[in-house]
T-cell receptor, first 110, second 116 residues
Framework: QTVVTQEPSFSVSPGGTVTLTCGLSSGSVSTSNYPSWYQQTPGQAPRTLIYSTNSRSSGVPDRFSGSILGNKAALTITGALAEDESDYYC??????????FGGGTKLTVL | QVQVVQSGAEVKKPGASVKVSCKASGYSLTTYGITWVRQAPGQGLEWLGWISAHNNTEYAQNLQGRVSMTTDTSTNTAYMELRSLRSDDTAMYYCAREFGWGFDSWGLGTLVTVSS
């Protein structure tokens, strides 16, 4: 069973930069895993931020960026705002069309 | 604009089945697939499976045999049926359009409660 790993929680100061990561229990993450990232606030449906590693979804501010860092996918928020305080989930394509969500990262902005 | 609208909340008894619908507008289900995701209370997101624009399906391993995903191209509506419901199937169920091996245009969710 493939497990996708994320930091359970992270904290960033307003205006600061934070990088959240997304790893694979079975090895390295590459662009072939098509990493995507989602933001969710309590009681709301998820919002798509990034797809295919580094493509921003329509309307997403450019302070959100995606990349591969070492052997993991990464979501970087540059110039964090209070409104960025949310849960963040990554998804990886693990085989054929099978996708797996990470456990999510709770981001606190303070 | 691209939008998906889901059916309303459901309450089911253990052992029953539920079928959730997801009506797409602004695009055709013969062009983009639909993925299904659920979130149990207080838990993270779980990918359930997807149906491609060509009607191919793939399901999460832990749901194999209990889940079916279909589309009706005449109404541009996708369906997710989950059978032999258990209490741990209680969750908010979301559909979203497939895009770039990710998902966009999420529905607002359908709450499925399984309780005797």
């Amino acid at each position: 069973q493939t497990v996708v790993t994320q930091e359970p929680s992270f904290s960033v100061s307003p205006g600061g930069t934070v990088t959240l990561t997304c790893g694979l229990s079975s090895g390295s993450v590459s662009t072939s895993n098509y990493p995507s990232w989602y933001q969710q606030t309590p009681g709301q449906a998820p919002r798509t931020l990034i797809y295919s590693t580094n493509s921003r979804s329509s309307g997403v501010p450019d302070r959100f960026s995606g990349s591969i860092l070492g052997n993991k996918a990464a979501l970087t928020i540059t110039g964090a705002l209070a409104e960025d305080e949310s849960d963040y989930y990554c998804v990886l394509r693990v085989t054929r069309g099978i996708r797996v969500f990470g456990g999510g990262t709770k981001l606190t902005v303070l | 604009q691209v939008q998906v609208v889901q059916s309303g909340a459901e309450v089911k008894k253990p052992g029953a089945s539920v079928k959730v619908s997801c009506k797409a507008s602004g695009y055709s289900l013969t062009t983009y697939g639909i993925t299904w995701v659920r979130q149990a209370p207080g838990q993270g997101l779980e990918w359930l499976g997807w149906i491609s624009a060509h009607n191919n399906t793939e399901y999460a391993q832990n749901l194999q045999g209990r889940v079916s995903m279909t589309t009706d191209t005449s109404t541009n509506t996708a369906y997710m049926e989950l059978r032999s419901l258990r209490s741990d199937d209680t969750a908010m169920y979301y559909c979203a359009r497939e895009f770039g091996w990710g998902f966009d245009s999420w529905g607002l969710g359908t709450l499925v409660t399984v309780s005797s």
